[in-house]
């Protein structure tokens, strides 16, 4: 189950923040998120400090839009590790 938290920081930057687990399944309710913000030119900040677990399909999601407009933040060592690995093979 994941549960995102949605939260206007200013005009230009959302956070997002995620709680629970990042699955194949939960991601499509991310994607979902992160495709209301992403379309205009707010700045996104995905909070990933609630994630106890993630496989590989959403970290090599993430891994490939990071970027000006999406920064990742407080991740456990594990989904650090996850993301870089992913981020390597693309």
């Given at each position: 189950?994941?549960r995102?938290t949605?939260?206007?920081?200013?005009?230009?930057?959302?956070?997002?923040?995620?709680?629970?687990?990042?699955?194949?399944?939960s991601?499509?309710?991310?994607?979902?998120?992160?495709?209301?913000?992403?379309?205009?030119?707010?700045?996104?900040?995905?909070?990933?400090?609630?994630?106890?677990?993630?496989?590989?399909?959403?970290?090599?999601?993430l891994?490939?839009?990071?970027?000006?407009?999406?920064?990742?933040?407080?991740?456990?060592?594990?989904?650090?590790?996850?993301?870089?690995?992913?981020?390597?093979?693309?």
């Amino acid at each position: 189950m994941l549960r995102i938290t949605e939260n206007l920081e200013n005009g230009d930057v959302i956070r997002l923040r995620l709680d629970g687990s990042l699955t194949t399944e939960s991601s499509a309710e991310l994607d979902k998120a992160l495709s209301r913000y992403h379309q205009g030119k707010r700045r996104i900040i995905l909070d990933m400090a609630g994630v106890s677990f993630m496989n590989d399909e959403p970290a090599a999601k993430l891994a490939r839009i990071k970027g000006e407009t999406l920064r990742i933040i407080n991740c456990s060592p594990f989904i650090a590790a996850l993301l870089d690995a992913a981020e390597r093979t693309d």
